[in-house]
């Protein structure tokens, strides 16, 4: 095997897109599941407790893993520039602090609410809501600040049907914060909300 990939003269490109996707899918597994181990880093606290997989904080390691893998795919595949990918890498964890923040406000503000009343099973009903909504919106607000930072590296991301397929595909995923929450593990969120989204950047790396 040849590693002139690696070299910093080499002008650096992507794989065929079939297998760009398919590293990207699979690093984004590994970063899911790498975030679900422990971790010697500092968990985020929440302001509010009540929410979310461990209702007092989420594990920043998950964010600094994939996005040091985002950050390596611009090395490799787009840009020898290694501000724009320490940029690409930085965005992509701010976009995972500005998401854990983005769903837990929602989800605060509809448990808090009077939706659906008083009646018997209000409350439960609004924490479903609020699950889903909170991993709608920050789902979106992830990917999104997501694209932005890849965008930095890698211009083809910056066309509109590149960022907004990501921004789809991170929102949609999103939704995998309620099973999350149901059955109290990471791993129903972060392993398919990284893969597909990672899987989305590749895509678009390689869309001519």
């Known amino acids: 095997m040849k590693w002139d990939f690696l070299k ?23 970063t899911g599941l790498l975030a679900c181990l422990p971790s010697p880093l500092p968990d985020i606290r929440l302001e509010d407790e009540g929410l979310i997989l461990n209702a007092e904080g989420s594990p920043l390691h998950a964010g600094i893993a994939f996005g040091a893998a985002i950050g390596l ?21 701010m976009g995972w602090l500005a998401a854990v923040n983005t769903a837990n406000d929602v989800f605060q503000a509809l ?11 209000a409350k439960s009903q609004r924490e479903v809501l609020g699950l889903l909504l909170g991993g709608l919106t920050g789902g979106a607000v992830g990917a999104g600040l997501t694209a932005f930072g890849s965008g930095i590296a890698a211009e083809r991301i910056r066309r509109p049907e590149n960022w907004i ?21 990471l791993i129903f969120l972060f392993v398919p909300w990284q893969a597909f989204v990672a899987a989305a950047i590749a895509f678009g790396l390689t869309r001519t």
């Open 8 to 30: 910093s003269n080499i002008l650096p490109r992507p794989p065929a897109r079939a297998r760009a996707v398919a590293i990207m899918a699979l690093a984004g597994t590994l």
């Open 73 to 93: 795919m611009m090395w490799l595949w787009v840009t020898r520039d290694p501000v724009k990918c320490l940029l690409a890498m930085a965005l992509v964890v």
């Open 111 to 121: 448990v808090g609410s009077d939706l659906f009343g008083t009646v018997q099973g």
């Open 165 to 185: 397929l990501i921004v789809i595909v991170g929102t949609l995923m999103g939704v995998l914060l309620y099973p999350s929450a149901e059955y109290d593990s």
